[in-house]
């Protein structure tokens, strides 16, 4: 008989599985992990194991009953798994620097998530998500994947318009980092507020924030654009870097990312500088992974450091425990996912995913009804869902045409001649991790 | 300062009055209800003292902290005011026996909320509604009102379609019977079900069930139409009172309200008999009211008596409780309530109100998206919204030929000259009641 | 090289034909018919013998250009037609007659097009449509298949719903006649009238009234009901029978079908009465057609006979022939057809047949965009549709539970068990026809 | 009694005015033109009585019975206007050449119609179409309103949504030049092309194109990427500029302004080199019509000169005259305008103005029901169109944040801190034309 649940988590290797793993420990007394396995690939063995041997530790310092298993083989970890998670990276870190600094040198933005740094993210990664579905079905048929490896959303697009997996969650920390953000600006427990969130991932709105059953929503933006008066740019970073100007006629919450879309030129001007001075996003990320992991690798060590927070993960692994935790125990609470919008959001079509406030039960997510987003950011939004359809068809068909078409109609490219050279540097620059276009 | 909640009972002397005071006991751990205002007119007032008093013993025997408050006069208890349920019944029992009598002389199905008898109960409450809410206007302006006066979805849609006021929520018991009579079937505990509903009030279906997470929707209807195999109608009144073949067909469970559309000529073959016989419903419960007052001015009794469930009301007043402490608590659990669709049956229109599964909060309900109900009952459903609006129309504008048409359209009726001669009698039956139509 | 038109009239020996032919020579200095092939079953020789020489004789007398050509043989005739007009009835009428004497007898309306009688003249039907279009599929995959064989709507959802076949247009002579009704009431020229229609066929409605440009619609009603004022319900058939206070509030032009639905029991006299006095529709028909083609028969007639617009088809094949006439020409008018509704009408899905007003051109029709059906008669057409679905999947796939939920769910109906017996009743009627039902 | 039409001109001494005489004289068998009047402010008079004498020499040379009426009083002209065209400039092209060379400073394209440079146009344009449209409501309630004035798509947003006036259609002859363009290059004649475009108002796409029926969609495309193949950006200006590949992908005929979106970066180019060597648009036609004028104050000329073609305005006016023409005469064909959209394209909301196929009658236009826009496109689409409503907001309200957010959201923008440059800039130089946003 059954007595705990089997997790699998896909890119164990990751910075972020201390997290995760503190995670599962602290919801012990509810949510009984007796086995998470670790899974990665060859390059990846060395960061495995010292997670493996920090996960061990971090284990038996609370005594806690899980067993963590360590293995380079996918399917043999998925064979009857409750959950499995995923936190790959296609290509790493290295990969990560080519999405920034390969668009950099057109004048364009990378940008990770919507623009083509996040193309190219996903163009590699969809094959891998295809292919670990196809082992779900055959091994774990009831098994739930709650995936935030990026862009959450448009892998998630990819993943339930083309198969027919169905329990497939995308999942961000963004809206989390979010509802802290207006926490502390409003000197508010972030637990009691309540934010209407809706939209596409890392494009996500907080339509109304409510504190107590009431409607704080006015006074956020209020409090944001005070806060952020007579300040520039980079000041303004610590919260939502946006003026209070915009945020006023904004009249909704935005994601941080937002800032690629309304401040393209300031974020292109950074891009090129760190292009240059060697500390794009990537490399950065790169360098403070050297470091955690050199943290890591202490056997004295045997709790998740301090530093992992300062990686841009914060809540992330949290997110995917805390959703683990309530499909399995049924809560009913609302969290933010990117899932199937069925009407959420009057904005989108009923079969396209969206990132919104769902309430979370064992049967998984289900958007609750927002309406319709605003003029002020529906038009972008659309634009951007456009572009991931027919960034997850070019992944999927493996067509080069019509990658060139997505990146084309992006808006931080819309130049068909610009695109064409980036898109044949980007597909050379990552052709191994193509091979649906080099067939 | 404020220390607890102040609680407004519109119709306090209604027999299903201790269950509320029962709901409110049980929850004083969470729910701190202080004050417990029971409101009723003068024709009201011997069963508003009988109540009272019984309220008063059963606060007294527990001990609890409730002060019970008992009077003629609303707008004295409407003040601050934070919630307010209303289970009033205009005209009391003698109208609804006009609403089940008269229809029956005509051979058409009184049916107190989607056919005729529903048509002119709403056509006498939502005047007094409309009253009600401009007094919580100006003296409790952040008042939740909670109304399980029938027709519940059609009161509401004339509450939120013609008055600006928001924090109105209509609440029916059928849900909920509905989940005790397949947990009880399935063997099942009813907590451990989750049933997606969807429709219009005593319309509603129950799309999907899941049991811990796993959809077993099949399973119920399957159960359900083996238990009703070879019974006859009268044997399946138990549970839900359709043959084998039609629920297989159907392939969601139906309200019991159903037989009214669907067996219509058995159902109209009793209501005949029991008009004649001097047992209608409203006869019954005439009689079961008279034996529970009897009971409940008994100085001696200091419970809710057992009594109370044969009533038909069971689950009534504790859903309203469950209601107001989902909101209070802010537990966003998810129950069935007659709100603005906002997307979440993609069946309806956004502005039409549909009585649906929704996360409630401290924000109020917000619909759980469950996608467009099947053809099967899309049409009937949409029939009787159509038919709701324009009665909600007819009874906030006093027009008599709106009225006909809305009798004259609804599907138990098809008839304007039947509908002519039915809306003469019934309109002078209750002509004090109707003060729009008499000006 | 082809030089003109190929007709294939599918039930050519219809008393319809002869006004279908001459149709075609009214139009032929714009429509060059050369050949019209007249096919019909065995049973029907004798009739379609009669019309294939009056045809001689009518295009004889005009020295027209078109060969006339009989067949039984359905594949002969419809290689390499252009246009197929279908206007056969299964079973001919004495079917007819079975659908309406058989539910009187259960006090039901047989009503041809959207009751029981209707249901099962879809029954019947479709198998033979399906049939008809396997045939054109493979001889004649460029035609457009013109059908007024009833229930005109019912059969176009079907054909559309559940074959390619894209080019299928449902026609029904209805909305011509409402439109020369008004044009009499008014006085004024009909084809001076535009009227927006929408619905269901046999349930359409005229939205809106327009002479030269003007919106005359409530002039219209108020004609109309100035017209019927004080009439009863047989003097109020020539126009539109509806009592001036129905139609005011109604407050678009209705079909004259609606009276089944809003006027049942005075329509279910009738027929019980008809049904007695063997005078069904479709007994008077039927003596009608004997003397119809007694009369056809005589070798001097060479024209159609006046007698003919008696037979309640007045303008049935000649809206066939004009809209045959659109298509070659491109005439881009407007006529009322049944088709996809793809968003012209706001009250149906995009998938679901509407009889709309549809621009006519080369490439078929195309709705136009009306916006949503008053509440006055939307639910109403929302639940036919659901019957029409419902019914289509039934004929569709020969499952008899199916058309027992579709029968006891349609509006005249609404008792399972009645509609057990009529169903059994109907299907054991017309088992030749019904070979789906009897695998 | 009424012998004939009266039409005002507002912009009466436009350039294409000759187009519109010709226009109106070569349909002056069917189109009864009584009186025309030209209406033009006093810093147009010049133009307006050259424009006024050339067309008193048309009319006269052909004997035609139209009155030529000149006027700087609008309200005099408007009195009983049967139809009222617009085709003014406020500012006149100084204002459009601030419009192309002031961005261009900023590296931003002007774009007239949904770039910086077509929202301060309608900025401008907007609050002299309330005024008119203040003086029709007066002086001619019943008069048709045909505005060729760009942004026509944008503009017709603010009339519809923020006006109560509903007989306004907004014209553009950028799906005439389409259609021509195909039928040049398919050696078709364009008058038996059937177009069925739908989008934004030069962002209007041909969904499908028929021939005598056939659609020959496909072959467009491939006929449009073979001709296109090979040749560099300006060789292939003279069909619409795009690749083969890039036509392939889009799988729809393009309006020549999609450039904008797609070739932004070599549109700049051109932009900013056309800014520095004093021949951007603006200054081109400015030259053009010099030349024009110098050509119409020629006594001997009584025709419209050829060289109005060239001006890019081709089928303009000619547009307007056939809507007239059509809504006189009730012809029922299919024109492109912009217009509210009532579901003719399922990508946009029921009551935003869209540029779609309509079907135009005496009542006016009606959109055909032509489906969902292709992800293609779609995005980029609803992106313009949120930039139009808001647009359409700070121009009626004179608010300057919003015309700032608007500015900022603009895809060929996207930054703020250069929006604020740019719209600071652009409010000065046109200060005297915005009152609205200088009280």
Redesign the interface.
Known sequence: MKTGLKIVTIGGGSSYSPELIEGFIKRSETLPVRELWLVDIEAGKEKLDIITDLAKRMVRRVNANIEIHSTLNRREALKNADFVTTQFRVGQLDARKKDEIIPAKYGILGQETNGPGGMFKALRTIPVLIDIIHDCQELCPDAWIISFTNPAGLNAEAVLRYTGWKKFIGLCNSPTVIVHRIGRLMNLDPKQL?VDFAGLNHMVFGLHT?Y??Q?ISKQVIDALAAYNDGKTYEERFDTLP??P??L???NCIPSPYLRY??????MLQHAIKEAENGCCRAQVVKRIEQELFANYADPALDVKPKELEQRGGAYYSDAACSLIDS?YN?R???QVVNTL??????SFA?DEVVEISS?I???GP??????RLP??????C??????E??TAKAAIEGNR??A??AL??N??V?????AKALLEELMEAHREYLPQFYK
């Open positions: 309540r409510y107590q059953g409607d946006y003026t100007a915009f006023h006629e904004l879309y309304f401040y393209k030129d300031i499909i049924d009913g609470d609302i919008n069925n009407g959420g959001c009057a009923a309430v039960t064992k049967e289900r958007p609750i009804t927002v309406g003029d002020q950011v529906e038009g972008l659309r634009h951007i869902k456009s572009f359809k027919l045409e019509t060139l078409f084309t109609m808006p931080l819309q130049d068909e001649a610009l």
